[in-house]
């Protein structure tokens, strides 16, 4: 093992070594230096400057010298020092004659010798730059004198550079000999810098000229980007009017005011005018944007126009989003550090040929309208938004993406929570139990508030005891916010545990105790009763059904079909007062009666031949059959004299479906048959004498009992 080891640093030692000793060595050559004198008009007494380029090595020490000579002689002179440069002293030198310059390097491995440059210290001599002065304002041309002039020497080529005041990026133009040039196409309110360069016949270039500082014409101010920042959408929908600040050139300096136009839903419009100088509160500004502080509650649509002392801008337009969008409809991608923020989708399958513009847009939380909130628009074919800023960790950025169509109308597409940096998230607020049962109980809680989540929710978690542990999504979806545990001991306490979990890892527990119910005969006692109530009211579906048909249900006891006699007809039921106004006085409830008097009927086989001699068949002018007994009276037509007018009525009505009369109101026969009988014993005219050869003594057992003819075909 330590032979190995011992083998393993050797190595490591050798590879170091033999990189050292590579990298080692004489320093490189410099490169061949560049030479010139400047120009000077007070004195012809000046050094030659000269400079080179090379690549030492930090670690290793390395010296320059710079070499000259005569070209007609080995006799050299030097200089050495560290830096880049150096000089040849007026003194040291001739004007007349060629020179040999050389660069030396040196270090403790060795030296190495550039290139030599051979010149003439007369063909050196480098120009003075440029003299340059405006010549047309509405057009910005530029002129300048040549300094090759001023050296009598032949006129070379020049250059001009420009830029913005704005900008540090300067664009360079070639222009020949020429002492003079004209910009193209100026913006206007815009401050132009112009620079000019010339060489000489010699070649050798002057040093850049002053700059020159030039103002375009000014114009009325150009167009606003405009916007409305809607807080966290679309929580709130109260929103605010919002742009951003012209820059110097697009304001032309100054702007006097605003104009906002504001149309309702209702048809009417409010013009509105705010002064920059004296805003009066309806106007706040900073560095980046301007907010009309003014609510856009119930607006339609907004109009907004900046003015300075030339004129105005060209109206902006914007409607407000379509805000009843419950769902995200373009999934959005962040990535998202303390300095960028990156916002990118996917584009639709088919573009619509109204869309003008996407708008990006993101609103920091919990700050007020106008503060932490930014928005571009970017070209309806492009698919990625780029802020940058400074975004503080562990803040949430609700990012949402709009269309813009080409009438101005924009719509909500998607949102989504972007954090520069996430961490572990507080502890839910609210955490208890909902419902509980024998085995299982249901928990609700209260969502961990979006400042206090310092990253996006991926899930909670809920443990039981410590054992068992549920992941719960935390999905929009998933709203109510309620989780039921399954598979619980009855009787039996129990401690459970909630918590987010964001990629930083889980945040902190909130916890609460619940005891599952005890399993009870109580839970039999409720399933019976329901058996019960189900029953009674298939029961009651069955008589309804019944007696809508108007006929006998066979399910039925016979009590519920219509055939059923009215229990308020009753003697026995009249004197009850108290149960005829019962809602469920249909129900047959056995009632009690001092003396009840039974009717009896007896039925007797019959002779057929005895019958028919008896019973024969009539036909009325209707077209009915019906049967005539003894005298020839027919059944339907022979009843007890009682002088009641209902009772002969429903002697009358005959049911097509039963073969019999209907019976709707009771009498009760055996109560008054005594009091009939006597009347029928001095009536010798009616179609019998006595109830005892009666075949029918009474209604209700003419209307329920089976005929004899009925009796004899069973």
């Not at 030097?78 to 440069?85: A, D, E, P, R, Y």
């Not at 920042?229 to 697009?250: M, R």
């Not at 939380?365 to 970017?378: H, T």
């Not at 619980?488 to 599952?516: H, M």
Request: with cysteine; glycine share 6%; proline share 7%.
């Amino acid at each position: 093992m330590a032979t190995f080891r011992t083998r393993w640093l050797l190595s490591i030692l050798l590879v170091n070594l033999s990189n050292y000793f590579s990298l080692a060595g004489p320093p490189v050559p410099p490169s061949r230096p560049k030479c010139y004198i400047p120009f000077d008009e007070k004195t012809d007494s000046v050094d030659i400057n000269c400079s080179w380029e090379t690549r030492p090595d930090p670690q290793i020490p390395t010296n320059y010298s710079l070499h000259w000579e005569p070209a007609n002689t080995e006799e050299g002179h030097g200089i050495s020092g560290t830096s880049m440069n150096g000089l040849i002293h007026r003194e040291l030198f001739s004007n007349h004659g060629e020179l040999r310059v050389w660069v030396q390097a040196k270090n403790q491995h060795g030296s190495a010798k550039s290139e030599e440059a051979v010149f003439n210290p007369a063909d050196i001599m480098k120009p003075p730059p440029p003299k340059i002065h405006l010549s047309h304002q509405d057009t910005l041309e530029i002129e300048w004198s040549h300094p090759c002039d001023q050296l009598h020497l032949s006129v070379g080529p020049c250059r001009v550079q420009y830029r913005t005041e704005a900008d540090q990026v300067w664009f360079e133009e070639e222009v020949g000999i020429w002492s003079s040039y004209t910009f193209d196409s100026p913006q206007p309110c815009t401050v132009y810098e112009f620079q000019v360069s010339c060489a000489c016949g010699t070649g050798l270039t002057s040093d850049w000229s002053a700059i020159l500082r030039i103002r375009s014409t000014d114009t009325a101010p150009v167009g606003l980007d405009i916007w409305q920042d809607c807080g966290t959408f679309p929580a709130s929908f109260d929103c605010v009017l919002i742009w951003k600040n012209l820059s110097v050139s697009q304001a032309c300096y100054f702007i006097l005011g605003y104009e906002v136009i504001l149309s309702y839903k209702n048809g009417t419009a409010m013009l509105v005018n705010v002064s920059a100088t004296e805003p009066r509160g309806q106007l706040v500004c900073d560095e980046m944007q301007c907010q009309f502080t003014s609510s856009l509650k119930d607006v339609s649509s907004v109009s907004l126009s900046a003015y300075n002392a030339h004129g105005t801008t060209v109206p902006s337009y914007l409607a407000t989003p379509i805000q009843d969008i419950e769902k995200n409809e373009q999934d959005l991608h962040l990535k998202m550090d303390e300095e960028y923020l990156t916002v990118s989708w996917d584009l639709p399958s088919q573009l619509s040929d109204n869309l003008k513009e996407y708008v990006v847009q993101y609103k920091q939380a919990g700050y007020p309208p106008g503060q932490g909130f930014d928005w571009i628009k970017v070209n309806k074919s492009q698919t990625t938004g780029i802020f940058k800023g400074h975004f503080k960790k562990y803040i949430p950025y609700q990012v949402s993406l709009f269309t813009v169509s080409n009438s101005s109308k924009c719509r909500h597409l998607s949102s989504a929570i972007g954090y520069s940096l996430q961490g572990t998230p507080s502890g839910v607020p609210s955490f208890k139990v909902y419902s509980i049962a024998a085995t299982s109980v249901t928990l609700q809680w209260e969502p961990v508030p979006l400042l206090k989540q310092n990253g996006v929710i991926l899930y909670y978690q809920i443990g039981v005891d410590r054992q068992n542990v549920y992941n719960v999504s935390a999905s929009p979806q998933h709203e109510n916010r309620t989780f039921e545990l399954p598979r619980l001991s009855p009787g039996q306490e129990y401690e459970v545990w909630i918590r987010a979990v964001t990629v930083a890892g889980p945040g902190a527990n909130a916890t609460t105790s619940f005891k599952t119910k005890h399993r009870e005969d109580f839970d039999n006692l409720i399933l019976t009763l329901l058996g019960i109530i189900i029953l009674v009211l298939i029961c009651c579906f069955l008589y309804s059904v019944c007696r809508g048909e108007n006929k006998v249900c066979p399910l039925v006891h016979p009590c519920f079909n219509e055939k059923v006699p009215d229990p308020r007809n009753s003697h026995i039921f009249r004197q009850m007062k108290h149960q005829i106004n019962d809602p469920l006085a249909w129900i047959c409830i056995p009632v009690y009666e001092p003396h009840p008097k039974i009717s009896l009927l007896e039925i007797v086989e019959i002779q057929p031949r005895a019958f028919k001699s008896s019973l024969e068949k009539t036909s009325d002018p209707e077209g009915l059959t019906r049967l005539v007994v003894g005298d020839g009276c027919t059944q339907f037509d022979c009843q007890d004299d009682q002088g009641e007018d209902a009772v002969i009525a429903e002697c009358h009505r005959t049911d097509h479906r039963f073969g019999r009369e209907e019976y709707s109101k009771m009498i009760d026969s055996d109560e008054e048959r005594d009091k009939q009988q006597q009347e029928e014993e001095e009536d010798t005219g009616d179609c019998w004498s006595s109830s005892e050869e009666e075949p029918f003594p009474s209604g209700y057992e003419k209307h329920f009992m089976p005929t004899a003819l009925e009796v004899l075909e069973v």
